[in-house]
């Protein structure tokens, strides 16, 4: 993708194709619609079983390793790092656009800070097409079929002590040392209690997604401030059908594992998470799943196979008979 604006070293993402047995070389595969994956904070795309579930349903599954993230990591980068997320839409765009070349349409599914990208992406290209009807913008809004957000990062989960320092403080003090560390990280335990090596379920590349997160920095934590201040301004909408999975509860319990770790989300808070959906889409279907954890898909068994059902039934209302809109 050329060079980084974040001036390390040149940026690339990664778009992988979920092709059981070459059954892309079938010209049939490319009438399917599209699912884009994009993953969370420290995170890439691992779930096949959730490709290969929506594949038996019909759809042309799809993963995106964003800049600095999972696959597309180069030396002398700084691991997930971006000071404004909005950078982000620059892979989003090339990767909708690339999967759309093929398919009719696209619908993207954002994790965590994922979501928040996909949500504020697709606002802003619905900005442009309306600004610019006959644009590439408009064209590829066009075939925007549809959100579904996986415990999106839509709130500041912090306490107030914490918050006042995160929006007060550290947009100077991020200027003056950017270079400062962020003191603390999102809960080890969320970590241990998903990869098989620990007391988890998933054998997922450890590399490219550690069981503690990698350290992160004032002007990421920022940018991230600033873009959900702008999600949270009304002023942005997606225009498009949105699906919000949650769980029903949150457990911020740090020490050692217990039933809470299995059963709650232990990064975010699920009740902003339906709060503010509705500032991006007055009409988002929200679906809080019983003792989902925060990636609701690597809930456990009975949990994750009620979120995939539950996606599946609204895709079948929203995605699979939708056509080329107007961008207005």
């Known amino acids: 993708m050329g060079k980084d ?17 070459g059954e892309s070389d079938d010209g049939n595969f490319y009438s399917r619609p599209a699912l884009l994956l994009v993953h969370g904070m420290t995170d890439y795309f691992f779930q096949a079983h959730v490709a290969q579930y929506f594949h038996s349903k019909g759809y042309a599954v799809y993963g995106l390793d964003m800049r600095k ?11 997930h790092h971006v000071t404004d997320q909005s950078l982000y839409d620059t892979d989003l765009t090339i990767a909708s656009t690339l999967i759309t070349n093929s398919h009719p349409t696209v619908t993207l599914f954002g994790h965590s800070t994922g979501g928040l990208d996909v949500t504020m992406w697709s606002a802003r290209l619905r900005r442009a097409s309306i600004d610019m009807p006959e644009s590439s913008a408009a064209q590829l809004y066009s075939k925007l079929a549809g959100i579904v957000l996986n415990s999106p990062w839509f709130g500041l989960q912090f306490d107030a002590a914490t918050k006042l320092v995160v929006t007060s403080i550290f947009p100077t003090l991020g200027k003056l040392s950017p270079s400062l560390r962020l003191p603390g990280g999102i809960n080890p335990l969320y970590g241990k209690s998903l990869h098989s090596s620990q007391q988890g379920e998933w054998n997922y590349n450890l590399e490219l997604k550690p069981l503690a997160p990698r350290p992160k920095f004032l002007p990421w934590i920022n940018g991230v401030v600033r873009e959900i201040r702008e999600l949270q301004s009304g002023k942005y909408s997606t225009g ?43 009409n988002v279907e929200v679906a809080v799943i019983k003792d989902a954890v925060h990636d609701v898909f690597l809930s456990r068994p009975h949990v994750r196979a009620e979120a995939l059902e539950t996606t599946a039934e609204w895709l079948e209302r929203h995605v699979k008979n939708h056509s080329v809109k107007d961008a207005h």
């Open 69 to 79: 993230c999972g696959r597309s990591w180069r030396e002398g980068q700084t691991w």
């Open 240 to 282: 498009v059908p949105t699906l919000l999975l949650c769980s029903d509860t949150h457990s911020f319990k740090k020490g050692r594992l217990t039933e809470d770790t299995y059963t709650s989300d232990v990064i975010l808070k699920p009740s902003q998470m339906r709060e503010y959906a509705q500032k991006a889409n007055k």
């Open 5 to 21: 604006p974040d001036k390390q070293s040149p940026v690339r993402c990664t778009l992988v194709q979920y092709n059981p047995e």
